[in-house]
């Protein structure tokens, strides 16, 4: 069974930085896509960024494209979505999943973390 948490959320200032990191245990993380989707208050769950097993192909939506950098550790089992220039719209809880394709759609990806919060104030 495959388990992944989160961890790294927190309060920041707009222009601040941010690094989530996504710890995957059981599976095989070392050859599945790993995503990160966030969900805003009163709000639908949306993709934010993916990339394949090898971290050679990379999918980020174009709202944190330029902001946000997602990577991988396959030996530490660890995938980590760096935040730059975070704004006040980045405000959500956010999710790391396992999928099987690299993609946007939440349907590709069959195991999902708890969640870490993260608040940017203006």
């Known amino acids: 069974q495959v388990r992944l948490v989160e961890s790294g959320g927190g309060l920041v200032q707009a222009g601040g930085s941010l690094r989530l990191s996504c710890a995957a245990s059981?599976?095989?993380?070392?050859?599945?896509?790993m995503g990160w989707f966030r969900q805003a208050p009163g709000k639908e769950r949306e993709f934010v960024a993916a990339n394949s097993w090898t971290g050679g192909t990379t999918y980020y939506a174009d709202s944190v494209k330029g902001r946000f950098t997602i990577s991988r550790d396959n030996v530490k089992r660890l995938v980590y979505l760096q935040m730059n220039s975070l704004k006040p719209e980045d405000t959500a809880v956010y999710y790391c999943?396992?999928?099987?394709?690299?993609?946007?759609?939440?349907?590709?990806?069959?195991?999902w973390g708890q969640g870490t919060q993260v608040t940017v104030s203006s």
């Open positions: 999943a396992q999928g099987t394709s690299v993609s946007g759609d939440a349907r590709s990806y069959n195991y």
């Open positions: 059981g599976g095989t993380f070392r050859s599945a896509p």
